[in-house]
């Protein structure tokens, strides 16, 4: 019991410290007029430029940024603003964004520049941290007489970042480019260490099978014992794409972050022999007799094996598999989600299918 103790806390180690960092780090959010600073200028009796400075870490909506004229003395004929990034936001979906500091141009028509113009901005934006304002209203009143310069305003695109890019060509790839990318993703981890406890479990369910056992029968039990943790991680990728970012959202509260912390900290006194953790007489009993017909080759248990493996492993391949589930919240697309969590876990047993179907040759005889 000590020792499987031990292995948990190996295992779970890395994902909960990752978590208590970020619980004890909590971003802190600047108000709105400091996260995005508005500035118009008239450069001529018709046109205004309108200059937006965006603090590192926020982003403008590039839709719900408008204009207009709150009183009589003008008309805007239209808005130009730069091209955005392409970002797919949980809350509107696709659309284009400004991670970056801009400026537009407005063209009046109708100008009396007798009057002074008073224009209405509107604007909404939102941190990366996942915190979005309400719609940011703010009106300027201009002297059109106040020219600050007649040279024509230059209109600066946002440049996208990497992760834009990486983005960018996933939603533009197709369903089996993607696929692929996630079974390609499955074969590197597969040869991480992660994997490798795997390997005498499902190695001794094929001895326990007997010392005649064919290899289209060890390719069977390989076969149900990958296809468990796939199922598993599937379920998974559905849940993440239907959720959103609901789920990684939930998993930061401060309740559930607590009770894993308690957790941790009940294990961690029972390694050091302040008290034994053990199962009761009657379910050690059951789970013995499970484990022996689980050892004896039938397919259904080997799948449930291969479930409860995939559950095990999973906070050892974290960092990777938080990835993929971050991008699969994004794309709010269950069959997408679940099927590339299925192929990462297919690529991730390759191995175990390779070296289970030859167990009967590789593996020493009693």
Same mark, same amino acid.
């Given at each position: 019991?000590?020792?499987?103790?031990?292995?948990?806390?190996?295992?779970?180690?890395?994902?909960?410290?990752?978590?208590?960092?970020?619980?004890?780090?909590?971003?802190?959010?600047?108000?709105?007029?400091?996260?995005?600073?508005?500035?118009?200028?008239?450069?001529?009796?018709?046109?205004?430029?309108?200059?937006?400075?965006?603090?590192?870490?926020?982003?403008?909506?590039?839709?719900?940024?408008?204009?207009?004229?709150?009183?009589?003395?003008?008309?805007?004929?239209?808005?130009?603003?730069?091209?955005?990034?392409?970002?797919?936001?949980?809350?509107?979906?696709?659309?284009?964004?400004?991670?970056?500091?801009?400026?537009?141009?407005?063209?009046?028509?109708?100008?009396?520049?007798?009057?002074?113009?008073?224009?209405?901005?509107?604007?909404?934006?939102?941190?990366?941290?996942?915190?979005?304002?309400?719609?940011?209203?703010?009106?300027?009143?201009?002297?059109?007489?106040?020219?600050?310069?007649?040279?024509?305003?230059?209109?600066?695109?946002?440049?996208?970042?990497?992760?834009?890019?990486?983005?960018?060509?996933?939603?533009?790839?197709?369903?089996?480019?993607?696929?692929?990318?996630?079974?390609?993703?499955?074969?590197?981890?597969?040869?991480?260490?992660?994997?490798?406890?795997?390997?005498?479990?499902?190695?001794?369910?094929?001895?326990?099978?007997?010392?005649?056992?064919?290899?289209?029968?060890?390719?069977?039990?390989?076969?149900?014992?990958?296809?468990?943790?796939?199922?598993?991680?599937?379920?998974?990728? =559905? $849940? %993440?794409?239907?959720? +959103?970012? *609901?789920?990684?959202?939930?998993?930061?509260?401060?309740? !559930? &972050? @607590? /009770?894993? #912390?308690?957790?941790?900290?009940?294990?961690?006194?029972?390694?050091?022999?302040?008290?034994?953790?053990?199962?009761?007489?009657?379910?050690?009993?059951?789970?013995?007799?499970?484990?022996?017909?689980?050892?004896?080759?039938?397919?259904?248990?080997?799948?449930?094996?291969?479930?409860?493996?995939?559950?095990?492993?999973?906070?050892? =391949? $974290? %960092?990777?598999?938080? +990835?993929? *589930?971050?991008?699969?919240?994004?794309?709010?697309?269950? !069959? &997408? @989600? /679940?099927? #590339?969590?299925?192929?990462?876990?297919?690529?991730?047993?390759?191995?175990?299918?390779?070296?289970?179907?030859?167990?009967?040759?590789?593996?020493?005889?009693?």
């Amino acid at each position: 019991m000590r020792r499987l103790l031990l292995l948990a806390l190996f295992c779970f180690a890395p994902l909960a410290q990752a978590d208590l960092l970020s619980f004890g780090n909590k971003p802190k959010f600047l108000p709105p007029d400091q996260a995005f600073v508005l500035k118009i200028e008239v450069v001529d009796q018709r046109t205004l430029r309108a200059h937006f400075t965006i603090t590192p870490g926020y982003y403008l909506y590039r839709d719900k940024t408008t204009f207009s004229i709150a009183n009589d003395t003008a008309k805007i004929a239209h808005v130009t603003l730069p091209p955005g990034e392409t970002k797919n936001d949980p809350n509107f979906g696709v659309l284009q964004v400004f991670h970056d500091s801009f400026q537009g141009e407005l063209a009046l028509e109708a100008v009396d520049v007798k009057m002074p113009l008073a224009v209405q901005a509107t604007y909404q934006g939102c941190s990366d941290e996942g915190l979005c304002y309400p719609p940011i209203e703010k009106r300027y009143t201009l002297e059109l007489t106040q020219v600050v310069s007649t040279a024509p305003p230059v209109i600066t695109p946002a440049p996208e970042d990497e992760n834009s890019r990486i983005a960018q060509l996933f939603r533009d790839g197709n369903f089996w480019l993607i696929v692929s990318f996630f079974f390609g993703a499955g074969l590197l981890l597969a040869l991480t260490p992660c994997v490798f406890p795997m390997i005498p479990i499902l190695s001794g369910i094929i001895v326990g099978r007997g010392r005649h056992i064919t290899h289209a029968h060890a390719f069977l039990l390989s076969l149900a014992y990958v296809l468990g943790m796939a199922v598993t991680y599937a379920i998974v990728g =559905v $849940a %993440a794409g239907y959720s +959103g970012s *609901l789920l990684s959202n939930a998993l930061q509260t401060p309740w !559930v &972050l @607590g /009770g894993f #912390a308690a957790l941790f900290v009940l294990l961690a006194l029972s390694m050091f022999g302040l008290y034994e953790l053990q199962l009761p007489a009657a379910l050690q009993s059951r789970l013995s007799d499970t484990s022996n017909r689980l050892h004896g080759g039938h397919l259904s248990g080997v799948f449930a094996m291969g479930a409860l493996s995939a559950i095990i492993m999973g906070p050892c =391949v $974290a %960092a990777p598999l938080a +990835g993929a *589930l971050l991008y699969i919240s994004q794309t709010h697309d269950a !069959v &997408l @989600g /679940g099927t #590339a969590l299925f192929v990462l876990a297919l690529g991730m047993g390759v191995p175990l299918l390779l070296i289970g179907t030859s167990a009967g040759t590789l593996l020493p005889k009693a």
